[in-house]
């Protein structure tokens, strides 16, 4: 009896190699999304905060106004730029899902057939078995059937 061998192992062990550097490519963009979420709330709170401040303070010199509204339009452009590169990153997220999907695909059909292949082996090294057995049951038969009619002679 021969022993299973898959004849695609090497391009399934290809497949899931690319699965697993399609899978770290997404979860590096997404932790780059966290990141810029991040980035993103720590903005707004910045901006909140000098808000707050100023408003506070009750009275403020035109020094101060300026340079607050000066680290306004700062942190706006900051916003716009995260806002940016958000869209961006959430679009490279899109672009990767799809080429994960595929990678998963690829590899998931390579194991089914893998899976026939194996069912397809046992079935086949099952019927072989038993053709052994059935030849070993009939030659033992036959040499006992043998021996009987021969004792009968004798």
Known sequence: MKTFRFPLQRV???????LRVEEEKLAGLQQQLASLLQL???LAAARNRSESQLFISGTAA?????S???????LAKQQELVKTQLA???RLILEQRQRLLKARTDHRVLEKLKERRWSQWV???DRELE?????VYLA????EDGENKSAEIA
């Open 123 to 125: 079935y086949l090294n």
């Open 40 to 42: 993103r709330d720590k």
């Open 131 to 135: 053709g052994t057995a059935n030849e």
């Open 140 to 143: 033992k038969w036959s040499r």
């Open 68 to 74: 607050w509204a000066l680290y306004q339009v700062r």
């Open 88 to 90: 961006q990153c959430e």
């Open 12 to 18: 399934l062990e290809w497949r899931a190699l690319q």
């Open 62 to 66: 035109g020094s101060d106004l300026q």
